[in-house]
């Protein structure tokens, strides 16, 4: 038999809730948000409406789950993942430089990728409830909100795909996939890409039951602190 794996706890429960939710929705949203968009599609399909109530109606759904996690999840564990990412340090602006410096439980791009991916989010919500409410006020019809709706569908398309690359398909990365699905990460994954991370919950995991090969009962919805 080799050597026995031992997994570091990388992601709690509603961490990983927030990141499916988000998701799930996004997905929904860019579908219909396409076949409203495109005429070649909205040809195909008759049912214009049925389409536009799913979009409006999942872009509800998102905000309420988002806010029902955040009120009955781990609040602490998700402030301190927000310091996490806005923290940028010295190793960070090295990592850009493609430099090797060490990470913690978000390398530098992750960082830059999950304020994009927050600040996309307030805006669409503003650009498409300034698109729903002209349809029902002219004073409020802008250019600018097609406009801002429209470009920020293109960004979030391009980065949706780079990010299912380094999640499913590049060798190097897709480990962290593992994370965020079941909530642990191998410890020499995590060495080697979040070395500064992975050294201090190593040292947490045996007070906190850390996990090894065999047993789940490491996993727990308490965040990892903030480095």
Avoid at 8 to 14: D, E, G, N, Q, V
Avoid at 15 to 34: D, K, P, T, Y
Avoid at 65 to 82: E, K, N, P, W
Avoid at 132 to 142: C, I
Wanted: overall charge positive.
């Amino acid at each position: 038999m080799g050597p026995e794996r031992r997994y570091l706890c990388r992601f709690s429960r509603t961490e990983r809730a927030v990141h499916w939710i988000h998701a799930s929705a996004f997905l929904v949203m860019l579908a219909s948000g396409l076949v409203l968009y495109l005429p070649a599609l909205s040809e195909e399909i008759s049912r214009r409406p049925l389409v536009k109530a799913i979009h409006i109606d999942t872009a509800l759904a998102w905000g309420a789950a988002l806010l029902l996690v955040a009120l009955l999840g781990d609040r602490r564990g998700l402030r301190r993942t927000m310091r996490e990412i806005d923290l940028f340090d010295a190793d960070d602006r090295r990592w850009l430089a493609a430099r090797g410096a060490p990470q913690g439980r978000f390398n530098a791009g992750q960082k830059l990728n999950a304020t994009a991916t927050a600040a996309f989010a307030v805006l669409f919500a503003v650009s498409g409830f300034l698109l729903w409410y002209g349809e029902r006020d002219t004073r409020f019809r802008l250019p600018g909100a097609v406009a801002l709706h429209d470009a920020l569908t293109y960004v979030s398309f391009v980065l949706l795909i780079g990010h299912l690359y380094l999640s499913l398909i590049h060798p190097a990365t897709r480990h962290a996939l593992r994370g965020m699905t079941l909530g642990s990460v191998e410890e020499g994954w995590a060495r080697e890409h979040h070395t500064k991370w992975a050294a201090e919950a190593a040292a947490e995991a045996p007070r906190s039951g850390g996990q090894t090969r065999g047993n789940l009962s490491g996993i727990n919805d308490r965040a990892p602190k903030a480095r």
